[in-house]
């Protein structure tokens, strides 16, 4: 890897199921300057010619101490994987290294903002929140919550389809997340909750139609509360197919989920919904948000953002983020997305098939399509 000026993005795990797509798209944007990394130099190596060379191969392991140098001449790393600890974002803001996370992991990205000093110290931008969920559901929640010139209360809903093509690490996420326990604000105050329980009706339009979907462990439940300062704020999830949904509740319910608790088993759902795919390859996310007008009034608003495939959706949204970080004079520190842009910036990037339908309260109402 050839080091001069910063200017070049390493993805780290770039030649999986997301980091793939933000590598390709990139590589068409800055082409030889994108790095696919991985522990598999062979695997990068491969991806690397299936690309025409846009995109370079880098052997990277972040569970070992970065060699000296190995980060000369970056100016982005973009993490595609799960982390515990927070090493690598220490080297890249230490560098002056800008750092995107691709990540649902909440305990993780709040251990990231803890850096906020160091990032502001060394002109470092961390942005987090990148994707579908996080990522696009903090944006709707952004939205909605200034249509409404402040919102009380925000409720975040998530449809999948079970047909699309998941990644691995996205599947372990969610079978290991089935039964979890976590907390989520209510007026203020943390109280805890355990996925797939307290369920809801959404109506995702568009030909989905109503779903019932129930609490899950998304991190923009964790940061909005923070960054909108809205008093309570929750994620809800569900499949496109009713019928899977209600069986993971049921699974909930009657404690059924322990058994994921054994390896063997957790390895064979996961190898089953990896294979296995049952239904389309739509995907919805929602927000809905309540507040109070000057008169006192009760209002709502809903934001509404459909398409297909949520694996692709989630690559453009990281890749159109990170265009923005490159050349961005925002000051260093840790942001999340909806502390450093908004839908508009963010839909121009991804295409005529992400549709936004926003709608308000009865007595208003107003309705946007980006993409046309």
């Not at 803890?114 to 994707?131: M, N, P, R």
């Not at 009380?152 to 969610?174: K, S, Y």
């Not at 989905?208 to 960054?227: C, E, H, N, V």
């Not at 923005?324 to 502390?339: K, L, R």
Request: some cysteine; hydrophobic content about 40%.
């Amino acid at each position: 890897m050839e080091m001069h000026k910063k200017e070049d993005i390493v993805v780290v795990g770039g030649y999986g199921h997301v980091g793939s797509t933000i590598c390709r798209i990139l590589g068409e944007r800055y082409p030889g300057k994108v790095y696919a990394a991985g522990r598999r130099l062979d695997r990068a190596e491969r991806f690397s010619r299936s690309t025409g060379g846009k995109v370079k191969p880098l052997q990277l392991d972040i569970r070992k101490p970065l060699p000296p140098g190995r980060l000369d001449g970056v100016k982005l790393m973009i993490t595609c994987l799960e982390q515990i600890d927070t090493g690598l974002v220490h080297e890249c803001l230490r560098s002056g290294i800008h750092y995107i996370d691709v990540t649902a992991n909440g305990a993780f990205l709040e251990k990231v903002e803890q850096h906020k000093d160091e990032a502001a110290a060394y002109g470092a931008i961390a942005l987090l929140s990148v994707g579908l969920a996080p990522g696009l559901t903090n944006l709707l929640a952004l939205e909605a919550h200034r249509k409404l010139g402040g919102a009380e209360r925000i409720e975040l809903a998530i449809m999948l389809g079970q047909g699309d093509a998941h990644g691995q690490a996205a599947i372990e996420w969610t079978v290991e997340n089935m039964g979890a326990r976590f907390k989520v604000m209510e007026n203020r105050q943390q109280v805890k909750v355990r996925s797939f329980t307290d369920g809801k009706t959404f109506d995702f339009g568009g030909g989905i139609g109503r779903r019932r979907a129930y609490r899950f462990p998304f991190s923009d439940q964790q940061a909005l509360p923070r960054t909108l300062e809205v008093p309570s704020v929750s994620t809800r999830f569900c499949l496109d197919s009713a019928i899977v949904t209600g069986l993971l509740a049921v699974a909930g319910k009657t404690g059924m989920v322990r058994l994921l608790q054994v390896g063997w088993i957790r390895r064979l759902i996961v190898r089953s919904l990896k294979l296995l795919r049952f239904g389309g390859d739509r995907f919805a996310v929602k927000a809905e948000a309540w507040g109070r007008s000057q008169e006192g009034r009760t209002e709502s608003a809903e934001c509404l953002i459909r398409g297909r495939n949520q694996s692709d959706a989630t690559a453009q949204v990281a890749a159109a983020a990170a265009a923005m970080v490159m050349n961005s004079a925002m000051p260093g520190g840790v942001y999340h997305m909806e502390q450093f842009t908004d839908l508009s910036g963010i839909l121009k990037e991804l295409g005529p098939d992400i549709a936004l339908d926003v709608r308000l309260s009865p007595m208003r109402e107003e309705r946007v399509r980006y993409g046309d």
